[in-house]
């Protein structure tokens, strides 16, 4: 998702539940990616990354899905919990860059 | 240390003044990046550096931001006459850039919170 200003798209999700957070990417040069988690207060951190020459790679109750078609990078988490809550960052990298650029931020909320 | 260590983790100022923010990166990470980021949104490019040098600094957005590694460890990053609209989380991250440990990931330090009134 696109963050306007102070408003990140937010996710609400019941304990338990499977979560999905969507990123469009813009810059089809692109060959890796990866997804950061950001607690309050708190800087971002590693969750799942994914390089252009795959589809899908799967962690410990997350997934990451990459359609390079479309320029569309998803993150599902099974059985989200409540540690789950916080602000998910996709990021990009171009071959010929070493920076990431990241994209605005989706905020899930896990309700009990 | 074990991560990569920012401080100060906030400081308050007053416009005009000069403001160091400082990056101790996880040992043996031959890059440093430095990214600011706003209230709401995802963290923005500042400079990466490789070694001592600074590779990209693209992202600084204007001269009164500097940045110095100058052993090639330890960073500073500088801001001189400070405006509002610096106000920001600087995050300062590092990265193995050679062998198994080439990732690509970024490690993220908890980052300096700058306030200028």
């Known amino acids: 998702g696109e963050s306007v200003g102070l408003h990140l798209p937010t996710l609400s999700v019941q304990e338990g539940d499977n979560s999905i957070i969507n990123c469009a990417y813009s810059?089809?040069?692109?060959?890796?990616f990866i997804w950061y988690k950001q607690e309050s207060g708190k800087g971002p951190q590693f969750i799942i990354d994914i390089r252009s020459n795959m589809d899908k790679r799967q962690g410990q109750r997350v997934t990451v899905l990459l359609n390079k078609t479309v320029k569309h990078l998803s993150l599902q988490i099974a059985a989200t919990q409540p540690g789950d809550s916080a602000v998910y960052f996709c990021?990009?990298?171009?071959?010929?860059?070493?920076?990431?650029?990241f994209g605005g931020g989706t905020r899930v909320l896990v309700k009990p | 240390g074990a991560g990569v260590s920012q401080t100060p983790s906030n400081k308050v100022t007053e416009k005009g003044k000069y403001v160091e923010l400082r990056c101790d990166p996880i040992s043996g990470h031959t890059a440093l990046y430095w990214y600011r980021q706003s209230l709401g949104q995802g963290p923005e490019f500042l400079i990466y550096?490789?070694?001592?040098?600074?590779?990209?600094d693209s992202g600084l957005p204007n001269d009164r931001f500097f940045a110095v590694r100058p052993e090639g460890s330890v960073s500073t990053l500088k801001i001189q006459r400070t405006e509002r609209g610096d106000s920001a989380v600087y995050l300062c991250a590092s990265r193995e850039t050679s062998g198994i440990l080439n990732t690509g990931e970024l490690f993220f330090g908890e980052g300096s919170r700058l306030t200028v009134l």
């Open positions: 990021a990009e990298r171009t071959a010929a860059g070493n920076k990431l650029t």
């Open positions: 810059n089809s040069a692109s060959d890796y």
């Open positions: 550096f490789q070694g001592t040098g600074a590779a990209d």
